[in-house]
């Protein structure tokens, strides 16, 4: 039965709509497998970030947050893309000006076919010299598998995922990009995000001062919840497929 957790409003204004941005998070991903961050039995109530997401807990042991990222690049890699990712991929499609703003690093959007992308916190299917900066290759990470430590072969230095880590500026010219099509969008659509982590939830909001119609697509209602202009409750992945298609047809 399809999904009509959103209004006709919605639907009209995305058909209608010539500038998009969609801003996502973990929530996203959840049903492709991928544990979300903040939600019960998710990655912060298992691990601690302040041991795990931040560059003084890296140099303290590389050996530790090595494996842990590499355990999570390899569980992203064995998950696939569900209907929400290839939704965002259809709406792309449909409007002229797309953007997909993204705080995931499980590189899922990509691999469901997803182009027009800012990626906020980095992606965990690269990594690099901390020293040096050069990027790292698959050999390079070899050690790790058996318990080791990589280094980088040209300078010595310990590699560390390609994410943005607690702490840390996000990749230049990412956040203005994001914010500038913030600001131009008629519609934002802000899925599976508990938007709690800045400035990535300040998205949002830039966008409704923008003068854009914002729509929050979540399992539940999120920090920003009072702020936008419709609360779609439902999982991503029933909900944008269906809205996509109602978008197609009132396009057609
Ligand atoms: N469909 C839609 N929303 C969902 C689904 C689903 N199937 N499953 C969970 N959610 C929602 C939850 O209700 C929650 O609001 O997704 C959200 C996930 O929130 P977080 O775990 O806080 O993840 P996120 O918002 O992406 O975290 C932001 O914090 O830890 C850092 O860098 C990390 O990018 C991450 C950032």
């Known amino acids: ?21 969609a801003l996502t998070g973990a929530g996203i991903s959840a049903e492709s ?14 691990f ?8 003084q807990a890296f140099l303290r042991n590389p050996k530790l947050v090595q494996a842990w990222y590499t355990h999570r690049r390899n ?3 064995e998950k696939a893309p569900n209907p929400g990712h290839k939704a965002l991929v259809e709406l792309e499609g449909l409007v002229p000006d ?14 469901a076919g997803s182009k027009r992308m800012a990626e906020l916190h980095g992606n965990i299917t690269r990594s690099y010299c901390i020293d040096c900066g050069k990027t790292a290759t698959e050999q390079e ?39 500038e099509a913030a600001q131009r969008a008629e519609v934002f659509l802000s899925i599976g995000t508990s938007a709690v982590v800045y400035p990535a939830a300040g998205l949002p909001l830039l966008a409704k001062e923008g003068g854009a119609y914002v729509a929050e697509i979540n399992i539940e209602a999120s920090a920003i919840a009072g702020y936008v202009d419709e609360v779609v409750l439902g999982k991503a992945g029933e909900v944008l497929p269906a809205l996509v298609q109602a978008v197609r047809e009132k396009r057609a």
């Open 1 to 21: 039965m399809p999904h009509r957790a959103f209004s006709h409003e919605l639907v009209d204004r995305l058909a209608r709509a010539q500038h998009v941005a």
């Open 33 to 46: 497998g991928i544990p979300t961050f903040r939600d019960p039995g998710g990655l912060w109530e298992q």
């Open 48 to 55: 601690k970030p302040e041991e795990l997401a931040n560059v």
């Open 75 to 77: 569980v992203a890699l």
């Open 98 to 111: 797309f953007l997909l703003i993204t705080q995931n690093v499980d590189h899922l959007h990509q691999r």
């Open 141 to 179: 990470m070899t050690p790790i598998a058996s318990g080791g430590v990589a280094q980088c072969s040209a300078c010595g230095g310990y590699i560390r995922p390609d994410v943005v880590w607690f702490g840390e500026m996000l990749p230049e010219g990412v956040m203005e990009w994001a914010g």
